[in-house]
């Protein structure tokens, strides 16, 4: 067979010897590739947050307790109050109905799905339902949904028509997620394509019939991440919603969730707040979160939940008198807060989880330090939520085991706080002059200038935010 380059006339060779050789010459060099496009970064998160969640909060309700009635027709009226106090997010605890077998308490555990497809009658009807979410939308406010994909109830409706999709262990029989004691339900088996397609459609129904805007994931973690990464496909192709994994992995990131939860942070404070470690033991949950997670996550943050509230204690217990500091903390550090309905009444009781037990619902010097953190959190720019807020910057201090200290800046905006995570009183000083600047107190609302010769005395378990003044 003729060589194509030795038919080519001398001329012609010749030409096309002066065009190949720059290109040789470039291959040869150390490092050069014909695929240069491999040596480009690209992006880790494979989609977009909405937008309308740059700068949300997140609030949770558990319809059982939130009011004295119990159903989503008593927790509709408290929507304006909602709105007013500043939250975003209204995240529901699962609406479904609960299982009867091996029910735990009179009114049993609303992670014990009977059918996901079917709303809990005990909260009202599916146009209840329906109303809720429209009243909310109205308001310019968001819902999610708790959705329950790793386990269901004993005897949810998938047990007649389809056995087959749960796990079964050695005996061959259904059986409660492993090393728990979740045994009032039992675990589902993702490795059947029809349970992965039942789930999808479910959770896609909700969305396009009652208008909810995303979901909650309990455990995502022990569900196959693969299914999340198709569902969330799924979900955003109908309309942008909002995700949020019950779970703490980078991976929970790159398609399905914008959010996940930052257990290690919560851990930490908590240490810090009983004593047992100091301001720097925050240090790692930082370092991870800056070069570790994508700039596009949302790591969730708060002082008390559902589960934290009825098994651990109240955030009163946990915190102390550390509590003020911590609320504060988890609005201006980066993350999406949130407040677990009752907070803002300064609530002091352990919810039943089981049973019925209304939140006592009072004024409280609480609800007006979340009405103003949820105020500086919509507006100022540098508190906004993942790429949308700016990057935590250490501030260093001449008492770093005992006060931790950043600024969050952008071109509009900036905040620099500084928090006094001990029992003792301390005299704040600085170095260097990335805090330097004019300033109003959080607080006080009173001017504030910072320089190199500023102090600034902290009471035990202070706090500073200081905002620039525009």
């Known amino acids: 067979m003729m060589n194509p380059i030795t038919s080519l006339t001398r001329s012609s060779r010749l030409l096309l010897t002066l065009l190949l050789t720059p290109l040789l ?23 977009q947050n909405a937008e309308w969640t740059k700068n949300a909060s997140i609030y949770q309700i558990n319809t059982r307790q939130f009011t004295a009635e119990g159903t989503f027709r008593a927790a509709e009226q408290q ?26 308490g009179v009114l049993g555990s609303p992670y014990a799905v009977r059918d996901y497809l079917a709303v809990n009658p005990e909260f009202g ?24 994909g790793n386990h269901t109830a004993w005897d949810n409706v998938l047990r007649t028509s389809h056995p087959e999709w749960y796990a079964k262990d050695y005996k061959g029989d259904a059986h409660p997620t492993p090393w728990y004691d979740w ?42 991440q693969d299914f999340w990464d198709n569902a969330s496909r799924e979900l955003r192709a109908i309309k942008p919603v909002f995700m949020l994994a019950e779970w703490e992995s980078r991976d929970m990131h790159a398609v399905a969730f914008d959010a996940s939860y930052a257990w290690t942070w919560w851990d930490t404070l908590h240490n810090i707040a009983q004593g047992k470690a100091d301001a720097t033991a925050l240090y790692t949950y930082y370092a991870w979160g800056q070069k570790f997670y994508p700039k596009q996550a949302y790591r969730m943050l708060y002082t008390t939940n559902h589960d934290k509230n009825t098994w651990d204690g109240t955030e009163f217990e946990l915190f102390g008198p550390a509590v003020d ?18 907070q803002e ?32 959190k919509n507006a100022n720019t540098a508190l906004w939520n993942g790429a949308w807020g700016a990057t935590m910057v250490q501030v260093p201090n001449g008492a770093p085991k005992k006060l931790f200290s950043f600024v969050r800046q952008n071109e509009r905006d900036k905040v620099f706080a500084v928090f006094n995570l001990s029992d003792a009183p301390v005299e704040a000083r600085f170095a260097q002059t990335l805090q330097q600047g004019r300033y109003r107190d959080f607080d006080s609302g009173d001017a504030v200038v910072i320089d190199a010769a500023t102090s600034l005395a902290m009471p035990a378990w202070g706090y500073r935010v200081l905002v620039k003044e525009r």
């Not at 352990?350 to 105020?375: M, T, V």
């Open 345 to 376: 009444a300064g609530n002091r009781k352990r919810l039943a989880f089981f049973d019925r037990d209304p939140i006592a619902w009072q004024a409280s010097p609480r609800g007006e330090l979340l009405k103003k953190l949820l105020a500086l």
């Open 79 to 104: 929507l304006p109050r909602l709105k007013e106090l500043g939250v975003d997010i209204l995240w529901l605890m699962p609406i479904h109905p609960i299982g009867q077998v091996k029910r735990k």
């Open 325 to 342: 500091a911590a609320t504060v903390f988890s609005f201006v550090s980066e993350g999406i807060p949130m407040i677990y309905n009752g």
């Open 25 to 47: 010459a470039l291959c040869d060099q150390p490092g050069a590739s014909a695929a240069d496009g491999a040596y480009q970064p690209t992006s880790y998160v494979r989609f």
């Open 183 to 224: 045994d009032d339900i039992i675990d589902l088996d993702y490795d059947q394509p029809g349970l992965r397609r039942y789930m999808t459609q479910a959770m896609t129904y909700w969305v396009r019939e009652a208008g909810v805007d995303g979901y909650r994931a309990d455990a995502a973690g022990l569900v196959p």
């Open 125 to 148: 009807t599916l146009a209840d339902f329906k109303r809720f979410v429209d009243t909310a939308h109205g308001l310019g406010l968001h819902v999610i949904l708790d959705w329950v």
